[in-house]
């Protein structure tokens, strides 16, 4: 057996291991601990790199200039942490920080299909076994622990046919499992039901109308992120006045009836505390470095107390967070990644699987990244 063989049997194991780890904090029995999660991270994307190393073309390097150019700005950004890191739980903020933007490193791991195609054969079984046997009596169902399960719901028409139902069955699972709490699980798992359909019937969709719609929602994205910012118009707040009043009764895991608010809104503040705080400290342009966060008057004092600022030095979003530690240049960069992806599958040419993958692309980045944001309201 070579080393590329070894490389590409090992990487699944430590992908299924990150599976185990990335619902530690909501479970009952927590498996291991913060350095352990640690180790499996570093395991894990030094694997990643090691398949890369060993599969990725490199005489299409200028295919992937925004990658590059992502993770240029990005070295800059942990340098500048690295210097204004001090004291054990910003050390610890800015180690944790720098691993959430290495992500990216997988478009190089998955150059090759057979690569992808590995990994998803390796981890379902092993995967779901361990879902079954302890994970859904610790976590419940989870779109976290599914990840995988997003992706391979937009190709149920190219999947094999035992793995149609499993798939199918999941996604329906996440979909109507706890929707009044955990709205964007569901969110997910109805775009890639909707995604799967125009998959299926992709032949009667032509290209050109892919292209306009495709630009549409770039251009909708950032005219909603300016209409919100500059409190004009808020998409979400106009949703949230339509459904105001609507109470729905739900029974929770203590045995109790409590009444949920359907217009509540738990994301707007997050947003106007992001780039309130960046104009405030004037970081909007290069960020505040991956070892520091964004002032926060709702989280504040839980990080004061750890490390004497009032800050968050993660939200449960991902742009707002590139935003803060590597600011605009950054975040253009990261979004950047995705719109030249999404802009090379449509020109490869209208197939299947390029059609899949194109709304896959599109609507897990310009519609909920742009769109969302738009919730901020800070004049």
Not at 21 to 27: A, H
Not at 64 to 93: L, P
Not at 185 to 202: E, R, Y
Not at 329 to 351: E, H, K, P
């Amino acid at each position: 057996m070579d080393k590329k063989t070894v490389r590409l049997y090992y990487l699944p194991f430590f992908i299924l291991l990150l599976t185990f780890n990335s619902v530690n904090q909501w479970s009952k029995m927590p498996i291991g601990s913060t350095l352990t999660e640690w180790i499996v991270i570093v395991l894990t994307i030094g694997s990643m790199v090691l398949v890369a190393k060993d599969t990725f073309d490199t005489s299409h390097k200028k295919n992937y200039i925004f990658v590059y150019a992502f993770f240029a700005w990005m070295a800059i950004g942990v340098v500048r942490g690295y210097y204004e890191a001090h004291g054990y739980w910003m050390w610890k903020q800015f180690i944790n920080n720098t691993m959430c933007l290495l992500p990216p490193i997988a478009v190089f791991t998955f150059y090759e299909p057979v690569v992808l195609e590995r990994t998803l054969k390796a981890w379902m079984p092993w995967a779901l076994a361990a879902f079954v046997v302890f994970f859904y009596w610790q976590v419940g169902l989870m779109q976290f622990y599914f990840g995988p399960i997003f992706l391979l719901a937009c190709f149920i028409p190219l999947i094999p046919r035992q793995w149609k139902f499993i798939v199918g069955a999941l996604i329906v699972w996440l979909l109507l499992n706890d929707y009044i709490n955990d709205r964007a699980q569901s969110i997910k798992a109805l775009s890639c039901i909707l995604i799967s359909l125009a998959c299926l019937f992709h032949r009667f969709i032509p290209t050109f109308l892919l292209k306009v719609v495709h630009w549409a929602f770039y251009i909708a994205a950032i005219t909603l992120l300016y209409l919100g910012i500059t409190e004009r118009y808020n998409i979400f707040e106009e949703t949230a006045t339509e459904n105001e009043g609507v109470v729905v009764s739900q029974y929770t895991e203590d045995g109790e009836w409590v009444e949920v608010d359907l217009a509540s809104d738990t994301r707007t503040f997050i947003y106007t505390e992001v780039i309130g705080s960046a104009i405030e400290n004037n970081y909007v342009w290069t960020g505040r470095t991956l070892a520091r966060g964004n002032d926060s008057t709702f989280f504040g004092d839980e990080n004061y107390e750890l490390t004497g600022l009032y800050e968050r030095a993660k939200n449960e979003l991902c742009f707002p967070n590139v935003f803060t530690w590597l600011g605009v240049i950054g975040m253009v960069l990261y979004c950047l990644i995705y719109l030249g992806a999404s802009f090379s599958l449509l020109s490869i040419g209208q197939t299947l699987s390029t059609f899949a993958c194109w709304v896959w692309w599109l609507l897990s980045t310009s519609f909920s990244a742009g769109l969302r944001t738009s919730r901020a309201s800070i004049y």
